[in-house]
């Protein structure tokens, strides 16, 4: 198997029951896999609720180390809409052109940087550095203060022995708070200013809640681009003759990207409290029981997607839910496309081949299934054109 | 050469001439708010939703089953939804005219 592969290993299940199930702190989750049952669910947002105790519908549960409650993500219609109004056109800036031509130089000189390194791990020096570096654009706040965040490791929540790091969070909330006194005392024209200053239903959005806007900001954005970035370096280097065409045919580059994303699913999986007793794939779901939206499966479901599991580099119809699907679908998702977008014509342009040295698969253990979603270590040697 | 009109949730008419591409990618390059097309045009963000003047619909022709999968898990669809960046650019468009989903 290349080591750029990623399997699918809710095909059985998917096919034989359509769900799987999972312990996660005696707070089981049913997870759907079939991408009909996905979508549905994902949409009827009052059955599926997301604006539960802040922290369960994340698998696993950070009910015990959260008390913020995520904004939008763990807020319903209608007032998910409102917060959504307030911060939609913020998200959306990576459209803006001058967005785009910084990404475009933080990527570029990171690319060149490493271009001539013996050997570069990719998941450290280049995909935390690079995801760091471009929220600071997102957040628009100056470059140097990526460092800090590179500091902070792969995962603000994750430590290496503990899925689920108190103190670790406790560093990013501590963070995120010192710099909300920081606008409050000295507004600018970053984002935290910017959600101060704005207003719901005519009230100024509340400390708690621009902190709930930005721990989603840090956390959601953070190991799935990190996924996506080493996952891609890993892709590349086993099919050099995808970099080929996509330096011959830039205009397949949009749809490459959508297929890259579906096929690595950076995100798993995303709960959901159910809040009335009623069935999925005949499965009773019981009132206030958590049910999770495997995105990772239903991108692979073959009644929807012909080989589902190769990357066709050019598939033209390709509804995959890796961004979630309907009211909560990821706002960070513009800021994603355009990393990916930048960084696969940057390879295109400045790399011949990529060599891998050595790898350390990232697992994760989901009840009955074993999901590779990336890698813990990757190093590669890149060959400049 | 098709000219298409888009008409957007604020009333305004625009009328585009065009003979290639997506509907979806022409009302992007020209700015028609509301049409944003996130995905690039793989038929997975529904952003590019219109609704087709009924007596046009023929025009249009018929969505494919995941466009029709896509749009019937869509509070604001009706019978005359298409995805706009499954409407490929031809003769057959001449005289469309959409109307930008809310």
Known sequence: MKKSELSDPFEQARLEKGYGEMNDQDDPVTILLRHKDVRKCAHNWKTFQSGAVPGRIVVPSEVNIRETRQIPFEVDPPMHGGYRAIVEPWFKRPLQPEYQAKLTAQIQDLVDEVADWDSVEVVSDFALRLQSRALTLLLNIPYEEAQTWIEWGTHVFRSEDDALDGSKAAILYDYIDAQIDKAIAQPGEDLYSVLLDSELDGKKLTREEVKGVMILTFAGGRDTVINAVTNSIAYFAEHPESLTRLRNEPEITGRAIEELIRYFAPLTHMGRVVTEDTQVCEHAAKADTRVSLCWASANRDAAVFEKPNEVVLDRKLNPHVSFGFSHHNCLGATHARQIMNILVKTLADKVQSIDILASQENIEELGEFNRKVGFDSIKVKFNAR | ?102
């Open chain 2, 1 to 102: 050469m098709a000219k298409i009109t888009f008409i957007t949730t604020d009333n305004e008419s625009v009328t585009l001439e065009a003979d290639s591409g997506s509907v979806m990618e022409l009302a992007v390059q020209n700015n028609i708010k509301g049409i944003d097309g996130d995905c690039g045009g793989v038929c997975s963000c529904a952003t590019c939703h219109v609704h087709v003047a009924p007596e046009h619909v023929e025009k249009a022709g018929e969505a494919s089953e995941i466009e029709k999968d896509m749009l019937e898990l869509d509070d604001n669809a009706d019978e005359f939804s298409r995805l706009c960046c499954q409407l490929d650019v031809t003769d057959q468009l001449d005289g469309i005219i959409l109307r930008v989903a809310v």
